[in-house]
C-alpha cells in the first residue's frame, strides 16, 4: 500500500453515487478499525454510532444544513460524540489506567487545568480519530466527507444517547462520476511543503 498515493486521492466527496452502496462487510471492518484508534494515555472518550437506517440517517440528514443531499446519498454516516460528563469518564476511563498515568499524567497535565480544558482535552482524542478514519477508508477504497455542518444539539436529541455529546460527522460511500470536487478535476489546494513542513 502506497500512503503517499492514498493521501493523493482521498478528498471530501460533496456528492455521492446512491446507487452504489457501501457493504455490511466494509461497514463491520470500519467498526472495527476505528475502535483501535489511539488516544492519549489510552483515554477513548468516545463513542462512534454507525447510522444505516434510512429513516434515522435522513432526519440527520435534515439537520445538516448543506451537507443533508450528500448524506442521503451516502449509504453510511458515522456519528462522532465525545463522553460530556467529566466525573463518568473518570470513573470509567481513567480510573483504569496505572497509577502512573493519573499522577504523571492526568491529574497535573488535564485535570488542574479545570473542567473546560478537560473537556477540551477529551475532543481533541476524538478529532484524531477522524483522521485515523479518514484514512482507514480511502485505504479500502471508500470516499469520505468530514462534517462539523451539522446540528449537534438536534443530533444530540435523535440519536438519544445519555453521556456523549455529538461533535461531527462522517459520511461513506462511493463518489458520483460527476462530483466536481474530485482530485481530478479540482486540483488539491495546499500551501507549499517548504511552508508548513520545516527540517532542522
Ligand atoms: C473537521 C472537519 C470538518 C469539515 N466539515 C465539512 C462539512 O461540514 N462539509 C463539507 O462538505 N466538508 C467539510 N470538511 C472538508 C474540508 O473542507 C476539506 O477537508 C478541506 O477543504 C480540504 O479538502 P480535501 O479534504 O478534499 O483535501 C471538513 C473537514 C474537516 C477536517
Known amino acids: 500500500m502506497d500512503f503517499l498515493e492514498i493521501a493523493?486521492?482521498?478528498y471530501a466527496t460533496k456528492k455521492y453515487n446512491a446507487a452504489k452502496k457501501i457493504s455490511a462487510e466494509q461497514i463491520e471492518e470500519l467498526k472495527q478499525i476505528i475502535?483501535?484508534?489511539p488516544s492519549s494515555i489510552n483515554s477513548q472518550p468516545w463513542r462512534f454510532t454507525f447510522?444505516?437506517?434510512?429513516?434515522?440517517?435522513?432526519?440527520?440528514?435534515?439537520q445538516s444544513y448543506m451537507n443533508e443531499q450528500a448524506i442521503n446519498d451516502a449509504g453510511l454516516l458515522v456519528v462522532f460524540s465525545v463522553m460530556d460528563n467529566i466525573e463518568h469518564f473518570e470513573?470509567?476511563?481513567?480510573?483504569?489506567?496505572?497509577e502512573g498515568w493519573i499522577t504523571g499524567f492526568y491529574e497535573p497535565m488535564i485535570k488542574a487545568n479545570g473542567d473546560a480544558a478537560t473537556q477540551s482535552w477529551?475532543?481533541?482524542?476524538?478529532?484524531?480519530?477522524?483522521?485515523y478514519f479518514l484514512s482507514a477508508c480511502a485505504s479500502m477504497g471508500l470516499d469520505?466527507?468530514?462534517m462539523e455542518?451539522?446540528?449537534?444539539?438536534?443530533?444530540?436529541?435523535?440519536?438519544?444517547q445519555d453521556g456523549y455529546a455529538p461533535l461531527f460527522a462522517v459520511t461513506v460511500g462511493y463518489a458520483d462520476v460527476s462530483d466536481l470536487t474530485h482530485p481530478s478535476v479540482s486540483p488539491k489546494s495546499r500551501f507549499d511543503l517548504e511552508e508548513v513542513v520545516k527540517s532542522v
Open 8 to 10: 493523493k486521492r482521498r
Open 35 to 37: 475502535r483501535l484508534s
Open 51 to 62: 447510522v444505516t437506517n434510512e429513516t434515522v440517517k435522513k432526519e440527520l440528514a435534515s
Open 91 to 98: 470513573k470509567r476511563n481513567i480510573a483504569i489506567l496505572p
Open 122 to 131: 477529551m475532543e481533541h482524542q476524538v478529532y484524531l480519530s477522524l483522521g
Open 144 to 146: 469520505s466527507t468530514p
Open 149 to 160: 455542518g451539522i446540528n449537534r444539539t438536534a443530533y444530540k436529541e435523535i440519536l438519544q
